[in-house]
């Protein structure tokens, strides 16, 4: 049974940083990638940012690139989201989520397991 586990939201300031980890268990996913997504009131859920397990490559969404780092250490089986420059348009759920495949998603349908998200607010 895959489990996902995020933590670290909260209300933070603009132009401030967060960083989310997620603990994933339940079976080994080095051939899986893991994703955080984002959903704020009255909007869809967002795709910001993917990495590979294996290798560690990366992918980011348009809204988050150059402020959001994702990266994982796959000694303590936790991926995280480093966010800086916050702004008040990145509030919203953030959700961990992960597939098994090579190839690159965006689309949350094609995630097979999900956290249950943490709040993040930004706001002065």
């Known amino acids: 049974q895959v489990q996902l586990v995020e933590s670290g939201g909260g209300l933070v300031q603009p132009g401030g940083s967060l960083r989310l980890p997620c603990v994933a268990s339940g079976r080994s996913f080095s051939s899986y990638v893991m994703g955080w997504f984002r959903q704020a009131p009255g909007k869809e859920r967002e795709f910001v940012a993917a990495v590979a397990w294996s290798s560690g490559n990366t992918l980011y969404g348009a809204s988050v690139k150059g402020r959001f780092i994702i990266s994982r250490d796959v000694a303590k089986n936790t991926v995280y989201l480093q966010m800086n420059s916050l702004k008040p348009e990145d509030t919203a759920v953030y959700y961990c989520?992960?597939?098994?495949?090579?190839?690159?998603?965006?689309?949350?349908?094609?995630?097979?397991?999900w956290g249950q998200g943490t709040q993040v607010a930004v706001s002065s």
């Open positions: 989520a992960a597939y098994s495949g090579s190839q690159w998603y965006t689309l949350a349908a094609r995630y097979d397991y």
